[in-house]
T-cell receptor, first 109, second 112 residues
Framework: TQLLEQSPQFLSIQEGENLTVYCNSS?????LQWYRQEPGEGPVLLVT?????EVKKLKRLTFQFGDARKDSSLHITAAQTGDTGLYLC?????????FGKGTLLTVNP | NAGVTQTPKFQVLKTGQSMTLQCAQD?????MYWYRQDPGMGLRLIYY???????DKGEVPNGYNVSRLNKREFSLRLESAAPSQTSVYFC???????????FGPGTRLTVT
């Protein structure tokens, strides 16, 4: 079983702060997806990273895939209350996605 | 496009009762999935169907059965519900096994 460890499990910050959440594994993934899940809804894809070392930006969100394709990070600049949610990473290996347990982010006004 | 739809949204069952959760997608996706989500446990795959006509067990299949009725529909059946099956159930679909997954709104199931 491929395991994805996400840290921190919980994060509570003030609006305007920066933050980074992590997704780590001992396994190599051919790609890695990041999802955000808002309360009462299903997860929605934010980005897919495929190449080792790849960096993708989505407005204030920056995603990085590790050189060895075993880990990834999500950095949010100047967090807003609308960023509140559960952030899930999912690694693709052998045509199967494995989800991490997520980081629950709360951005306080 | 409705995307992925699930019914019902909420359900309360007594131990031993049976029920079927319905899922349909209108995106012509080949692959469909059933997950359960519990606090602190993340999303755990129950069953998946890589393509129409095939189904396979995921991480936590015990106590569940599935049917890929056609390309659009994938149902999840609990034959004899147990309190341990209290959870939020999500259906998802994708073009193929490694592609982006699109999730439904979830079914909140309570077994008493």
């Amino acid at each position: 079983t491929q395991l994805l460890e996400q840290s921190p499990q919980f994060l509570s910050i003030q609006e305007g702060e920066n933050l980074t959440v992590y997704c780590n594994s001992s396994s190599v993934f051919s790609s890695l997806q990041w999802y955000r899940q808002e309360p009462g809804e299903g997860p929605v894809l934010l980005v897919t990273v495929v190449t080792g070392g790849e960096v993708k930006k989505l407005k204030r969100l920056t995603f990085q895939f590790g050189d060895a394709r075993k880990d990834s990070s999500l950095h949010i600049t100047a967090a807003q209350t609308g960023d509140t949610g559960l952030y899930l990473c999912a690694g693709d290996s052998n045509y199967k996605l494995t989800f991490g347990k997520g980081t629950l982010l709360t951005v306080n006004p | 496009n409705a995307g992925v739809t699930q019914t019902p949204k909420f359900q309360v069952l007594k131990t031993g009762q049976s029920m079927t959760l319905q899922c349909a997608q209108d995106m012509n996706h080949n692959s469909m999935y059933w997950y359960r989500q519990d606090p602190g446990m993340g999303l755990r795959l129950i069953y998946y169907s890589a393509s129409e006509g095939t189904t396979d067990k995921g991480e936590v299949p015990n106590g569940y059965n599935v049917s890929r009725l056609n390309k659009r529909e994938f149902s999840l059946r609990l034959e004899s519900a147990a309190p341990s099956q209290t959870s939020v159930y999500f259906c998802a679909s994708s073009e193929g096994p490694s592609y982006e997954q699109y999730f439904g709104p979830g079914t909140r199931l309570t077994v008493t």
